[in-house]
């Protein structure tokens, strides 16, 4: 990036980034690329601890980072439900390396965000208690993604499972465990899916939710050309989720794929400008319906790389962010995630 960094000293904790390592024999394994986040997976096959460092040090003032989980790093062995655990274990062994000091002024994944599914009932207690334990202090909540669309292409290697997820007796019985042992959930679904998480959060009042990536509004497959059309019932589903105060929303995720800006895998990359163009009212709506104090900018690293490197990025979310206050910018780019993750910085 040649242009300069804006607002350098602006502290940042990035609520949402990724770990994975897959070998050069896996990539070439696979069948040539059909779908954006194919694309993407094989630009960036390896994203571990160094390379979100170099991330880091790229020019803005990233503190502290909050890591989500991606299915990395799975245990081999053992009961299926207990597999995701080893994905804590494997990031909490990396948080403990920045918590040395080693490596600057910085806490990567000072928050783990890991994976259990609800749809065990409760069961899955079992499991949350032992992704605590295996997060040295750090673990703070789940996800599990309800994405899904009846046209696969939207989703593509993504595809994995029916809607209504959300709903399911089972899984709420599931869901239910996470309140009583002070965790939180991420939800990641599509905008069409929307309801679904209004009727949950409805549900269950004292449990934090996180909407990731300001509900991932579509623009790719049968949706190409709609986005515009279907922007009033995203903003209408995202100003009755700011009615319910166990919402908060991850403002980021669209430098992926599946909102199908301009900006996608563009040559030459868009600039922080143009990214901020076409952001800005998936933004502004958010912002304007949350308040700051409920909104979190995230980086969804190293996914969102298929528009745009982590430095653009940054400076992408603070154009947009030039009307705002000190207090707003403080809570927009660090105090809601540090809040709402309860992270000890």
């Not at 069961?123 to 599990?144: E, K, N, P, T, W």
């Not at 922080?272 to 995230?298: H, Q, S």
Request: proline share 8%.
């Amino acid at each position: 990036m040649s242009e300069p960094i804006l607002e350098p000293d602006l502290p940042i904790v990035d609520p949402h980034h990724h770990f994975w390592d897959r070998p050069a024999a896996l990539i070439a394994a696979l069948p040539p690329p059909t779908h954006g986040f194919d694309r993407v997976m094989r630009r960036v096959p390896r994203y571990l601890l160094d390379e979100l460092l170099a991330d880091m040090r790229s020019g803005h003032n990233v503190k502290a980072t909050v890591y989500m989980e991606c299915g990395s790093m799975y245990r081999s062995r053992g009961p299926a439900a207990m597999r995701p655990v080893g994905e804590t274990e494997f990031v909490n062994g990396l948080a403990a390396m920045t918590a040395s000091g080693l490596y600057g002024d910085v806490l990567a994944c000072a928050g783990i965000v890991g994976h259990a599914d609800c749809t065990l009932g409760g069961a899955v207690s079992d499991v949350l208690q032992a992704h605590v334990a295996a997060g040295g202090g750090r673990f703070r909540g789940i996800r599990q993604a309800a994405s899904s669309d009846p046209d696969k292409g939207v989703l593509g290697p993504l595809a994995r499972q029916e809607g209504g997820l959300y709903l399911s007796p089972k899984f709420r019985e599931g869901f239910a465990e996470l309140a009583p042992l002070g965790l939180s959930f991420d939800a990641w679904m599509l905008e069409p899916q929307l309801p679904d998480l209004i009727d949950l959060a409805k549900a269950f009042p004292d449990t934090q939710i996180v909407l990731d990536h300001v509900g991932t509004p579509l623009g790719i497959a049968s949706y190409e050309g709609r986005r515009e059309e279907r922007f009033p019932v995203w903003k209408a589903n995202i100003q009755a989720l700011s009615d319910l105060p166990n919402l908060a929303v991850k403002v980021g995720g669209l430098a992926m794929v599946f909102p199908g800006f301009a900006s996608f895998m563009s040559d030459p990359p868009a600039s922080p400008e143009a990214l901020a163009a076409e952001w800005k009212p998936y933004v502004e709506t958010c912002i304007e319906a949350f308040g700051a104090d409920r909104c979190m900018f995230e980086s969804n690293f190293p996914v969102d790389i298929g528009s745009c490197d982590y430095d653009v990025l940054w400076n992408a979310f603070k154009v947009l962010a030039k009307g705002c206050s000190a207090d707003e910018k403080t809570a927009l780019f660090s105090g809601t995630a540090s809040r709402i993750y309860r992270l000890d910085l």
